[in-house]
Every structure is written in C-alpha cells, then in structure tokens.
C-alpha cells in the first residue's frame, strides 16, 4: 500500500492539471498494446497533405500543352517542371514560420489549418485556366500548408517510446502511399470527358477543366479529415514550466528509487532556459542535409518518371496513357503500404537507421540503371518489369525517408521538435523544389540528344540520377553524418 501510495504522488507532481500535453503523457503511461486509432489517425492526416503534391504528375504534361506555353513539343517537360516547384518553393518559405506556429499553439492548430489549405487551393489548382494561375494556387498550397513538419513531431509524442518507430513509419508510409495514390487518382480521373464519354460531357464542368475532377476527389477527402482532425488530442505542453518524469510507466516506476531524469518543458519565452541554436546540433542538421540529397533525388525522380513513362517511343519513353500511369502507380502503393508497415519496423530493429538507409540506397543504383532495358521491351513483359522496378523503388525511398525522420524527431527535445521538422521541411522544400525544375528540364534537354553517341536520351538522365544516390551513400558515413547519443 506504501508503495501504491508513493507511485500516485509522484505521478500528481509531475503532471499538472488543464494541460493537454500532460493529459497525453499520462494516458501514455498506463497505456498498453497497439495504438491502432491513433495511427489511423496520423495515416489519413497525411494522406491528405500528401496526395496533391504528385496527383498532378500524370496529366501535368497534357495540362501544360493545353495551355499553349511550349513552343514545341520537347519544351512540355521544362515548363511542367516549373508548376512542379512552385509547390515546393511555397513550403519552403513557410515550412520554419508553421514550426514555430506548432511549437507556441500546438501541433493541432497548425494540422487544421494546413489541411484546408488543401481543401482550397488544389480545388483551385484544378480550375486553373493558365500556366501562371497553376503556379500560384501550387504556390500558396505549399506556402499555408504547413501540415509536414509538425506531423512527425506529433507522431512522435502521441506514442510512447516502443511504439515511436511504428508512429513515424506509418507517417512514411502516408507519404510514400500519397506520392503513389496521388498520381493514380491523377491518372484515372484527369480527362474525364475523354476517358469516360458516358458519364462526363464535354459540356460539362468536368469537360470544360479536365484536370479538376481528381482535384476535387482529393479536396472532398481533405475536408473529411480537417472535420476529423477537430477530434485529434494536443500533445504540446502548455503550461511556464514543467518537469516531466522520464519513467513513462507503471511498471518503470516500481523499478526507480528515484526520478533522476527530467525534461523541461516551457511554452512561451517566459522561464525557458537557454539554449544553442539547432543550426548548432549537427546529429540534426547532418540528417537534415544527408535527407535533403536524397529528397532531390526522389522528386526528380517522382517528375521524371511520369513524364518519361507518357512521351512518345520515339523520344526514348514508354508511349504510356495516363491511365496506364496510375496502374503502375496504384500497384507500387499497394506494395508499398504493405512494406513500410509490416517490414520496416522489424529491419530498422535488427539493422538501424543508418545501415538500413545505405543497404537500400545502394540497391537503389542498379534498379534504376534497369530502366535503360525495361525501356526496350513491351507487351506483358514490359508491364511485369516496369511495375516490380516502381513498387522496389518506392520502397527503398520510402524506407531511406523513414530512418532519416527517426533521426531527426531523435536530435532534439519536445520543446523544439516542431521548429527542427520546420528547418527539415524548409530545407527539404528547396531541394523538392529544385528537383522538379531539373527533373524536367533534364529529361527535355536529354529528349534532344537522341544521335548523341555518349548516354543519349534517357540514358543522361538515369546516369544523373545515379550520381545523386552515389553522393547520398557517401554522406552517410562518419564523420559527416552523426547520430545524437541518448
């Protein structure tokens, strides 16, 4: 009885009362098995941030000549890439102000507005009737769309310690899914009128913009979520200063003489202690750069990809429909759902982070080298290959994204976790936003070197690629990339 006796008033004096962040962490403490809602949770949140940046990637080419802004035809990939940026610049230049937003407020504030965000602007995106209209509603989608950054450091507080990995792979499958289902739905919906004559007019609202249809499927489902996203509980400590046992259970309790670790937690300026600056925490900001290389790589990739697999044979692509597109993109998110849930947790376990990101990096070299040949072939045989090469890629960078996001939720304390993801997301967005732009660009300039005798076509473009990975794999290795010791 003694023992009941000390365990409940240590427990009354470290949680305070009306405070949303405690409220969480004593649910934690006496929580036990899987937490299948809240991961549910977190996978639809981010599924609706996620969605509108590559939905559009299928009909982007289709979209930009509709608009009547290329010249010739090898010009649609330079200009797409543009639209494809626009996005990325926009959440770079808001991604560290939506940190600093979730650290003060709460991460929840932060969550519901970006949401609408993309109920709004990618409504708007798909009734865009010019280039320029396109660039902007993807510009402002990024720019107030601040959902990324303070998703992972959500995901990190909502679960205890057991359960972290499992939180921020189900934020990396959202993602990875997102980045496939997003251009499925762009792929199967883009041209309604064209593609399904029975059911959409060419009078029709849907004919008149024929890219509005997967928009507006895409918003509907982010409207269902922002409702949702009123019931999600804070984690963010708001109270001037806080001690918080680092014994997060019943169980750890009855095994410490004494509560020898804490964590302060501040709201506000008021009472904070000082601290370095977080541009000073290199385990941060290591895997933030490391990250950043390889988020180059997969948005170049995720542009070129789409466009190669629509332009014509002649111009060394797959000659795809958009329809064809979004099958191959479908089944790669299968795949990747599946993998990111059930197997990552298991191999970043047995291997960690760090090895696991090289092992598949690495492999990632020759599965892209293998495109040269898919390119080659047809019939069956081309849609076995180039489907089992989409499914291995997405898995690989969805995983490598994974233990980077572990690593850096890892870097930091509570208190500055939403402004480190912001810094993350800021510098991310920059390298997504160059990717685009190069991807496209790169992949025009390559369709106009077809008689070249060294790498011609597409073959300059995957080469790249490569290069890029290659320097990725090297960054991962000490002395450069350090993994902060708890």
């Known amino acids: 009885m003694a023992g009941e006796d000390v365990k409940e008033t240590l427990l009354k004096k470290d949680y305070y009362e009306n405070c949303p962040g405690c ?76 940190g600093k937003v979730a650290d003060r407020y709460g991460r929840k504030p932060v969550i519901i507005i970006g949401t609408f965000a993309v109920v709004l602007f990618n409504a708007l995106f798909g009734l865009s009737t010019n280039y320029w209209m396109a660039i902007i509603m993807r510009f402002l989608l990024g720019c107030l769309g601040g959902v990324p950054g303070p998703i992972k450091a959500y995901a990190c507080e909502i679960f205890r310690e057991e359960h972290q990995a499992l939180g921020l ?46 928009c507006l499927v895409i918003s509907l489902f982010a409207l269902v979520v922002e409702i949702t996203c009123l019931w999600l509980p804070e984690t963010l400590h708001k109270h001037e200063s806080h001690k918080i046992s680092s014994v997060d259970s019943f169980e750890n309790l009855e095994s410490a003489p004494f509560l020898s670790e804490t964590t ?66 479908v089944i790669s998110g299968v795949a990747l759902l599946t993998f990111q849930v059930f197997l990552y947790p298991l191999l970043e376990k047995r291997l960690g982070c760090i090895m696991l990101t090289r092992i598949l990096a690495v492999l990632s070299i020759p599965l892209l080298t293998s495109y040269l040949y898919i390119a080659t072939l047809s019939g069956i045989l ?16 969805e995983f490598i994204v994974t233990g980077f996001f572990i690593l850096q939720n890892r870097a ?32 025009s300039w ?15 473009v995957w080469f790249i690629l490569n290069v890029v990975e290659a320097i990725g794999v090297a960054m991962t290795f000490k002395p450069f990339l350090v993994e902060r010791q708890l």
């Open 446 to 460: 390559a369709q106009g070197r077809l008689e070249t005798d060294f790498l011609p076509g597409p073959q300059m």
């Open 23 to 98: 409220e969480v962490d004593q649910y934690k403490a006496v929580q036990h098995g899987l937490p299948i809602k809240k991961l549910f949770l977190i996978w639809i949140v981010v599924l609706a941030t996620v969605l509108p940046i590559s939905s559009l990637f299928p009909f982007l080419y289709f979209m930009v000549r509709d608009f009547n802004i290329a010249k010739q035809e090898e010009d649609i990939s330079y200009y797409a890439g543009f639209v494809g940026s626009s996005y990325m610049l926009g959440r770079a230049l808001g991604s560290v102000f939506w």
């Open 382 to 397: 081309l849609s076995i290959s180039i489907n089992c090469a989409s499914a291995l890629k997405n898995i690989f960078s």
């Open 169 to 214: 792979s189900t934020v990396s499958a959202a993602w990875g899914s997102g980045l496939i289902i997003g251009p499925a739905l762009g792929g199967f919906l883009a041209q309604p009128a064209d593609n399904f004559p029975d059911l959409f007019s060419s009078q029709s609202l849907f004919g008149r913009f024929p890219y509005f249809l997967p």
């Open 264 to 329: 302060e937690y501040t709201h506000g300026q008021k009472g904070s202690k000082p601290e370095g600056s977080l541009f000073t925490n290199w385990p941060l900001m290591s895997s933030i750069i490391v990250y950043c290389v390889f988020s180059l790589h997969d948005m170049a990739y995720s542009e070129i990809f789409s466009l190669w697999a629509v332009s014509p044979r002649r111009l060394g692509g797959l000659s795809f429909s958009t329809e064809d597109v979004g099958e191959v993109l």
């Open 412 to 443: 930091v304390d509570q208190h500055q976790r939403g402004a480190a993801n912001g810094i993350c997301m800021t510098l991310m967005s920059l390298s997504k936003a160059v990717g685009p732009a190069i991807g496209g660009a790169l992949l």
